[in-house]
């Protein structure tokens, strides 16, 4: 019986921002990316030069394409360890930023005044109530925009919609917007270098003698190549989470 062809697909390229930001080869999160593209051009190169060989049976051109990108591959599994890895610094990094701005720290002197002042904000005419959320509203007095943000609608009578409204305004002002954006940026560039180093991983492993890969530990374990029994079954075993959590 003949061999099935053997065949390589390219892996698709990032889009062009994430071309331009992964050059950036000495920052971390940037790296894997720009070497998974390079990985991806060399495989290319090595799949053209396995299936323009004529003594190689489809089956032979899919092991020597193997033996040539498996120290590739090994470089971009670690590649994606230490990307999972950084990504989760960055997710507990912004979660600790939230928390300082979820719970600001008041002295009791300090929650005092707040309820005083929202207690005076209650006892307002509706002119004056106006006058006094259009100031924490713009900014002019940070005190009324603590004071009606964080006490209860309650204690003030402001309305929901009015009283989340200035609790968005206060969470503006108190988060550190500079570390914020940091984060961000990070976070989207581990994203976009881990895209890059999943579509190489997988062009290669699809091309790849499956046999080989498993032998050195280099296969990655993928929704859409289980059955539906063997999802089932995954799922009783790990969980939902852990099912959802597979490339």
């Keep these: 019986m003949k061999d099935a062809a053997w065949a390589f697909t390219p892996a698709e390229p990032p889009p062009a921002r994430v071309a331009a930001d992964i050059r950036q080869t000495n920052n971390d999160a940037a790296l894997p990316g720009f070497e998974a593209r390079e990985i991806a051009t060399r495989a290319a190169i090595s799949a053209e030069q396995v299936a323009a ?37 960055v997710q507990r990094d ?4 939230e928390a300082t701005v979820s719970a600001p ?3 009791d002197p300090e929650l ?3 309820l005083a002042v929202a207690q ?9 109530r106006t006058a006094w959320v259009g100031e924490a509203m713009n900014g002019t007095s940070p005190v009324k925009l603590a004071a009606l943000a964080n006490e209860d609608p ?5 309305a929901p919609e009015q009283h989340a409204r200035l609790q968005r305004i206060l969470r503006a002002v108190q988060v550190d917007t500079a570390a914020q954006a940091r984060l961000a940026a990070r976070a989207e560039l581990i994203a976009e270098s881990a895209l890059a180093v999943e579509r190489t991983i997988a062009a290669i492993e699809d091309a790849a003698d499956q046999g080989m890969l498993k032998e050195k530990g280099l296969t990655t374990l ?4 289980m059955s539906d029994a063997e999802k089932a079954d995954y799922i009783d075993t790990h969980g939902l989470a852990a099912f959802k959590a597979l490339r």
Excluded at 66 to 75: G, H, K, N, Q
Excluded at 120 to 128: D, G, I, N, V
Excluded at 154 to 158: E, F, N, R, S, Y
């Design 105 to 107: 720290k008041l002295s």
């Design 222 to 225: 993928r929704r859409r190549d």
């Design 94 to 97: 912004a979660a600790a930023l």
């Design 154 to 158: 309650a204690i003030t009578g402001l």
């Design 112 to 114: 005092a005044r707040q």
């Design 120 to 128: 005076r904000f209650a006892t307002l005419s509706p002119a004056e």
């Design 53 to 89: 060989n004529e003594h190689l049976s489809e089956a032979g051109k899919a092991a020597e394409f193997t033996r040539l990108s498996l120290p590739d591959l090994a470089v971009l599994h670690r590649h994606r360890a230490a990307l999972d890895a950084a990504a989760t610094v």
